[in-house]
């Protein structure tokens, strides 16, 4: 089905009050993930998997010029994003599943660290899954420092590939020590929050590292 120009995928719980995951999507992932995460527990919870967006331009805080070349540039649309994912696309999937008791926002890469930006922006969201987030954006960091999370954060997940920060790029060798402080900005604030470090690079098992970081919060 499509809201707001974005594609979803929308699996509903068998019951009432069971929590909401919605997850950002680069690709076709999202069904591969729930299925994931339902072979894992067996919790009730719905699934809404969103296609079709920007990630260089709707999941960043502010510009910033590309790491890699041939990448584009990346934008300032996570504000305006965010907005239409709580005012609309939130809205419309609650209307098609039984009613949560809760939503958690998932996401891997430039997902997750939107996902963390919503946990300082937005009372819509009670956990929060940053999976190999790209913690390493230059300047948030210092966002996260300077703002309190949302009081409505109660847990948070984290998780990395052992490889990531091995990286021969300076800004992306930052990741690692980077997610480790804003860890420990979320646990200063009283929110559960955990680590995970995986084998592997940024792209090896990145559906099932988003999966077991879902299952573990839920």
């Not at 010029?65 to 994912?85: Q, T, V």
Request: charged letters at 25%; hydrophobic letters at 40%; a negative charge.
């Amino acid at each position: 089905m499509q809201i707001a120009n974005k594609e979803l995928e929308i699996f509903a719980a068998k019951s009432e009050n069971a929590p909401l995951v919605i997850v950002n999507c680069f690709e076709d992932e999202g069904e591969t993930i729930y299925r994931q995460v339902q072979s894992q527990t067996d919790k009730d919870f719905s699934f809404a998997a969103i296609h079709g967006i920007d990630c260089y331009t709707e999941l960043t805080p502010w510009k910033c010029s590309a790491l890699r070349k041939k990448e584009p540039d990346f934008g300032d649309g996570a504000k305006a994003y965010l907005s239409e994912l709580t005012e609309k696309i939130l809205p419309e999937i609650q209307r098609r599943i039984p009613a949560p008791s809760f939503s958690i926002l998932a996401g891997y890469s430039l997902c997750g660290l939107f996902a963390v930006y919503a946990a300082f922006t937005s009372n819509a969201f009670k956990r929060i899954v940053c999976g190999s987030g790209s913690l390493w954006y230059p300047g948030f960091l210092e966002f996260c420092k300077a703002y309190e999370p949302s009081e409505k954060i109660d847990r948070i997940s984290f998780s990395l590939g052992d490889k990531e920060a091995l990286s021969q790029n300076p800004v992306y060798a930052t990741v690692k020590t980077n997610t480790l402080e804003i860890q420990s900005i979320f646990q200063e604030s009283g929110v559960t929050a955990t680590f995970t470090e995986f084998p592997g690079n940024h792209f090896f098992e990145a559906d099932k590292r988003l999966a077991k970081g879902i299952t573990s919060i839920l």
